[in-house]
């Protein structure tokens, strides 16, 4: 047995687990996981209908209601803190980055955008003058 065909038979050996592994990821992170990969605008769905998510639609919508600059800045800190939470922070060990190698996961990138797009459009919403602020 040669070298190449040792190190071939042992990387397929090694790549067994990892399959197996995430499977048993998938079903801890998303036990209701049919096996198709998660598309980008379902992963938004499902990060959108979390609570934090719920609470910081219903904040953005007072903000927009009350036209409150310093809400803006509050609800817009508060978005930002959600997705650091959903993208970078990993409670679990790194089960998240299995589970999203596996597909079970999908890609946050809409989710972010739309969400930075709520918060742009507080802040530059709320930081206009008001016709009667203007007039004094």
Known sequence: MGPLRRGLILAGLS????????????????PDW????????????????????L???????????????????????????LVSAFTIYDPTGGQRIAAAEEGCIGSPALFVAIVMAIGVGLLLYTGKPRDEDAKH
């Open 15 to 30: 790549a067994l687990p990892v399959s197996a592994r995430a499977q048993d990821v998938c079903a801890k992170v998303r």
């Open 34 to 53: 049919d096996g198709a990969p998660v598309p980008a605008w379902e992963e938004a769905i499902l990060l959108f209908g979390s609570p934090a998510a």
């Open 55 to 81: 609470v910081l639609l219903l904040a953005s919508a007072l903000v927009l209601r009350f036209r409150s600059a310093w809400g803006a800045l509050a609800v817009f800190v508060g978005w930002s803190l």
